[in-house]
């Protein structure tokens, strides 16, 4: 890949995402520090740089236990919707502060028990960078030193372990199947917000499917996808926390809000639990989380672009803008853009496929492709892609690879 790929003409409105982990002393609401922009794209399925996102030096020493997963799940669901005192004794000593000093303040966050073999669930940009300088606090306000065992700055999770915690210490709390989650329903968040250890907001389901911008860095950027929204106040502090359901569940993991100042204004986003479910296990066992690929950037179709095409019945589907050459779609067969033109006073390139089905589900959405490769597929996978193309229908066979990896950052550049 030669030339940064051109993105897809449908916007999304810019506004700016923080990644709500606190830092002590070095706390700036102005919006210049580590605010995030999100880009005026649908969104960019495309690889970084080479370089690989392990996290073994912190791995190094530990005993072969560390990589086993334990039990999961001790705390078990509800079978009735609890109030938010009852909701709160269930899951509070299950939720931990995660710290760590530095040399412009201490940096804070929050994390939940995975399962009994000290195995802590937390945000990558809360734990990413901090070294061996990692503390957890249990609720009891006992603390453990950490290691990061690994992390996903695609997904925004990592995995902390810490040794030596009885037992009977260690709660694991129960994982939704998030694809069950309803706009309206109940919901609670527990976390640190501004170092305010053990602290509960209540609010509802607000939005599903969001997308937010990955921690990932670089010439490119990532999103997130099938992001859960919630109106419960998430504020500095609250990164890595759960979100709860009123059965005592995690729906997903807090991770960011939208702002204008880098504190709550109404919008939180949270990692939703099947991608825990997913994610989670490789990063115990392997350090890293292998992404299936696809290659391409594009563009949900409009009517301006249909009339652009001279395609005459109902837009539908995603046109490809460009292929990376190399990559999965580009072994398959798929075509990017091949001229240039203005649609809707933006600039992009016509004459590529249309994505209308994959595996016989219908894309309306680029998001479409970016939820169903995050909960359905793995590397290794065959993908049947439907396309139009010159007005016919064609089938083509995608066997999906890894994404190319790159270094992880050396630096946290959220507020």
């Known amino acids: 890949m030669n030339k940064p790929l051109l993105v897809g003409a449908a916007a999304i409105a810019a506004f700016a995402i923080f990644f709500a982990y606190s830092q002590f002393n070095a706390i700036d609401f102005s919006g210049k520090r580590g605010s995030s922009p999100l880009p005026d794209v649908s969104d960019l399925i495309s690889p970084p740089a080479g370089g690989n996102n392990s996290n073994d030096d912190g791995r190094k020493g530990l005993s072969d236990e560390a990589f086993q997963i334990g039990r999961v799940s001790t705390v078990e669901a509800a079978d009735k919707e609890l109030t938010l005192p009852d909701l709160y004794e269930r899951t509070e000593g299950s939720v931990v502060q995660v710290s760590s000093s530095e040399d412009d303040g201490t940096r804070l966050g929050t994390g939940f028990v995975y399962d009994d073999n000290g195995h802590i669930v937390t945000n990558q940009h809360v734990a990413e960078g901090a070294g061996d300088n990692l503390a957890v606090t249990f609720a009891d306000g006992t603390v453990y030193s950490a290691t990061v065992l690994g992390s996903d700055p695609y997904t925004d999770l990592a995995v902390l372990y810490v040794k030596d915690v009885p037992r009977e210490k260690l709660a694991p709390l129960p994982l939704a199947d998030s694809t069950r989650i309803r706009v309206g329903e109940s919901v609670a968040a527990i976390g640190n917000p501004f170092g305010l250890s053990s602290s509960m907001t209540s609010g509802i389901v607000s939005g599903v499917g969001r997308l ?75 350090g890293t989380f292998r992404h299936p690929w696809v290659g391409i950037s594009g563009t949900d179709m409009t009517p ?46 016509l004459g590529g496929d249309i994505i209308v089905e994959i595996d016989g589900n219908p894309v309306r959405h680029l998001e479409d492709i970016l939820v169903y490769l995050q909960r359905e597929k793995q590397v290794g996978d065959k993908m049947q892609v439907t396309i139009l193309r010159d007005g016919q229908v064609e089938h083509l066979d995608m066997l999906l690879e890894a994404r190319p990896a790159r270094q992880p950052p050396t630096s946290i550049t959220a507020p």
């Open 212 to 286: 937010i911008p990955s921690q990932e860095t670089g010439q490119l950027q990532f999103f997130i996808p099938d992001i859960i929204q919630t109106d419960a106040a998430i504020n500095p502090g609250n990164s890595g926390g759960p979100l709860l359901n009123m059965r005592g569940e995690v729906i997903g993991i807090n991770s960011a809000i939208r702002s204008s100042t880098g504190s709550f204004e109404g919008i939180g986003f949270a990692v939703p639990a099947n991608t825990i479910s997913k994610v989670v296990p490789s990063l115990i066992k392997d």
């Open 304 to 349: 301006a672009l249909a009339k652009a095409l001279g395609i005459e019945e109902e837009p539908r589907g995603v046109l490809v803008v460009e292929v990376v050459q190399g990559s999965p779609a580009d072994k398959a067969g798929i075509r990017g853009g091949d001229r240039q033109a203005r649609v809707d006073g933006r600039p992009v390139n």
